[in-house]
């Protein structure tokens, strides 16, 4: 694997992670499905399938920021309101 390869596989998982952080109380599939997106992509562009695999890839790697985002401000917003219970 090349290293831009390997860049463009992490960098997205990193945004997700940091996006995601420790909260557990919202539904995060939405981010989860994005993130399957970003990974079959990068396996097409594995696989030989370059224009199909980027597409795929750059696809998700927009819809994760855009449902990490939602998924971060949904649950500061449980933090911040106190709809977390102390056990989560």
């Known amino acids: ?3 831009t390869a390997r860049f463009l596989l992490i960098a997205p998982a990193f945004l997700v992670a940091v996006s995601v952080g420790s909260a ?4 995060k599939t939405k981010v989860d ?3 399957k997106r970003v990974q079959t992509g990068a ?6 399938q370059v224009g199909n695999g980027f597409k795929e890839m750059f696809a998700g790697i927009g819809h994760t920021i855009v449902e990490g985002a939602k998924f971060s401000g949904n649950t500061m917003g ?3 309101s106190g709809k977390k219970s102390a056990s989560n």
């Open 78 to 80: 449980e933090f911040f």
């Open 43 to 48: 396996q097409q562009i594995g696989g030989g």
């Open 33 to 35: 499905a994005a993130t």
């Open 1 to 3: 694997m090349t290293r």
């Open 24 to 27: 557990g109380a919202a539904d």
